[in-house]
């Protein structure tokens, strides 16, 4: 078997999908990229135990053989990052299991695996549901709440994207119990009623593709998988088990305090403040009055402080002190577009929203944050 193919284009595809391949695997094979020529066209695809992604690329069959076989994802990334974009040649001897590489001044060589032994993706049941939704969309919905999910293990269903799907729109939501991210979408319309969440590794290969894709992207889940078509790839990810949070429980609807404020003068002040923060709890007091927010930190230990005052427009009645995490708000500050936002509190014990002030069209976004305990209040 021996075909040609740009080293460039067979870099890129290829690093794409190995970041499916996990560090460290219980099967030896899921450490390799399985090989299946057909023809003109090359399908690589790279899994682990829960995730497998696949590309597909053209390349030049030299000798019309078709076959298949797994190549170590380690022997083939590094030699062709060092390699000038250039025509190789992969001749493959599927008996003996010797390859080579050959470039226009040399070649290496090495033995690739029997790619008998490499699982089969996972098939969907006949109840399969199909939604399709623009690749924009989905890539906004996961951009805006993955870094709200959870990274603890004991509580599974917390550590993904829940996208629970509507007649009338779609909803991402993430939430690590301290901090919850919901944001609607209208844009994206679905025949029934259905919901999944999508684990973060998932999340985190799709948003290395998203980009790159125009157009919808075609979704098909059951209750075990979701299969997904991104142009040249194709994603396939178990989903988690469990039954989400009610999101829409937690949420305070009649937050009498409302603020608005610009969003890049607020978060400079907060990043520049929180440096003087305790590291080990990274607190960040905000205190509100008819004048605006002021911004204070302090680290005991080291005798450092620091106190800045932020223009906003609040409520004439409004005298309140509110402690948040610094770098959740710094990030959730960060993550929107929004020139202002507003920020609806109650009191310093129940939780507050931050909602930006104007919205893409179709898109409604809010960020929901605890306070921390302030100490002697």
């Not at 490499?118 to 399969?128: E, F, H, I, K, V």
């Not at 929203?353 to 306070?371: D, F, K, R, T, V």
Request: net charge negative.
């Amino acid at each position: 078997m021996k075909f040609e193919v740009a080293s460039n284009m067979m870099l890129q595809h290829l690093q794409l999908i190995a970041r499916v391949i996990a560090s460290r695997s219980t099967l030896p094979i899921l450490e390799s990229v399985l090989f299946e020529l057909e023809g003109d066209k090359l399908r690589l695809t790279a899994a682990d135990m829960a995730n497998r992604m696949s590309t597909e690329l053209t390349v030049n069959n030299i000798g019309g053989e078709n076959g298949t076989f797994a190549v170590p994802e380690r022997i083939l990334l590094e030699p062709l990052k060092e390699l000038p974009d250039q025509p190789i040649a992969f001749e493959v001897n599927t008996d003996s299991k010797a390859a080579q590489i050959a470039y226009s001044n040399g070649h290496y060589t090495f033995v690739v695996q029997d790619a008998s032994t490499y699982p089969q993706a996972a098939a969907l049941s006949q109840d399969a549901i199909t939604s399709v939704l623009p690749a924009e969309s989905l890539m906004s919905g996961l951009s805006a709440t993955l870094f709200a999910t959870s990274q603890d293990e004991r509580r599974p269903i917390m550590t993904g994207v829940y996208m629970d799907f509507f007649e009338d729109k779609l909803v991402f939501v993430g939430s690590d119990g301290q901090i919850l991210v919901k944001q609607e979408d209208a844009n994206v319309r679905s025949s029934q009623r259905s919901a999944f969440c999508l684990p973060r590794k998932a999340c985190l290969l799709l948003r290395s593709v998203l980009p790159k894709l125009e157009g919808n992207v075609q979704l098909t889940y059951d209750n075990n998988y979701l299969h997904i078509e991104l142009g040249d790839y194709t994603l396939t990810a178990r989903l988690l088990e469990g039954r989400y949070p009610n999101y829409n429980s937690v949420i305070p609807t009649s937050n009498p305090y409302e603020v608005k404020v610009d969003r890049l003068q607020l978060l400079s002040g907060a990043k520049r403040v929180a440096i003087f923060s305790n590291p080990a709890t990274s607190m960040l007091r905000m205190e509100f009055t008819p004048d605006g927010i002021r911004l204070s930190a302090n680290d005991i230990d080291f005798s450092v402080a620091a106190e800045e005052h932020v223009a906003a427009d609040c409520p004439a009645d409004m005298n309140m002190r509110i402690g948040f995490k610094s770098d959740v708000f710094q990030t959730i500050l960060q993550g929107m577009s929004s020139d202002e936002v507003i920020i609806t509190l109650a009191d310093q014990t129940r939780a507050g929203l931050i909602l930006p002030a104007e919205n893409e069209p179709g898109i409604s976004l809010c960020n929901l944050l605890l306070p921390m305990k302030l100490i002697g209040e």
